[in-house]
């Protein structure tokens, strides 16, 4: 369930925060930083679709060579709506979906399929020697978990809020830093070893665009939620 990520000998690697359709942001902040599409490598902690305007052109993000995703719970609602039908279509139109009806949904639903098969559970890469761990919304206990006991924690790595919403710092044990996204922070915040950098693009219009060094320097840092 973990891809795993060599580290970058020829250029630069960043995170970003859920897109939700925000591909404008996105692009702005990427020419902000002179992201090289050629070297650099962007990764990003999941929701690429729903709510915002370019849903789609953010999901086909997930087929370029310098994109790396992991998915979200918006793409397995949509996952559920389109693929496994009944009930869930309309939870899913309810939480941001409706950009589907500007599709034919049989060509959206290849492409999720698609898309999927590139968006993994989690991720991890190698910065200067760290490791740094990335799942959508909240990892277990250990990392190693992911790997062991993988389908009893998806709901958690998809949905789950229980860290924040206690505010425990408790490390993530087998892993340097774990960034996730999911929960909307005003800044980003970390806990323990734990680093949520969604800033809530598709309502604050703010994308949380930062380089791995930026990153492991709040791995030290004093600053917490």
């Given at each position: 369930m973990i891809w795993k990520h060599d580290a970058n000998r020829q250029g630069r690697d960043f995170f970003v925060g859920d897109l939700h359709g925000q591909l404008a942001l996105l692009q702005a902040a990427l020419?902000?930083?002179?992201?090289?599409?050629?070297?650099?490598?962007?990764?990003?902690?999941?929701?690429?679709?729903?709510?915002?305007?370019?849903?789609?052109?953010?999901?086909?993000?997930?087929?370029?060579?310098?994109?790396?995703?992991?998915?979200?719970?918006?793409?397995?609602?949509?996952?559920?709506?389109?693929?496994?039908?009944?009930?869930?279509?309309?939870?899913?139109?309810?939480?941001?979906?409706?950009?589907?009806?500007?599709?034919?949904?049989?060509d959206v639903r290849h492409r999720l399929i698609q898309a999927l098969e590139r968006l993994p559970y989690a991720r991890e890469v190698e910065v200067n020697g760290y490791r740094i761990g990335m799942v959508h919304a909240e990892p277990p206990a250990a990392w190693s978990m992911i790997e062991t006991q993988g389908t009893r924690h998806r709901h958690d790595i998809l949905w789950g809020?229980?860290?924040?919403?206690?505010?425990?710092?408790?490390?993530?044990?087998?892993?340097?830093?774990?960034?996730?996204?999911?929960t909307i922070v005003l800044y980003p915040v970390r806990l323990g070893n734990v680093l949520y950098i969604d800033t809530g693009a598709f309502h604050t219009r703010q994308l949380t665009l930062m380089d791995a060094g930026e990153a492991l320097a709040w791995k030290d840092s004093t600053s917490r939620g």
């Open positions: 020419a902000r930083v002179g992201f090289d599409r050629d070297k650099d490598r962007l990764f990003c902690v999941g929701d690429l679709i729903d709510r915002g305007p370019d849903s789609l052109a953010c999901l086909s993000l997930a087929f370029e060579p310098w994109f790396h995703g992991v998915r979200g719970n918006h793409e397995m609602l949509a996952y559920q709506a389109l693929v496994e039908g009944g009930r869930d279509w309309r939870l899913w139109l309810m939480n941001g979906g409706e950009w589907i009806e500007c599709y034919d949904r049989d809020r229980t860290r924040i919403q206690c505010h425990d710092e408790t490390p993530v044990s087998g892993i340097d830093l774990v960034i996730v996204g999911h």
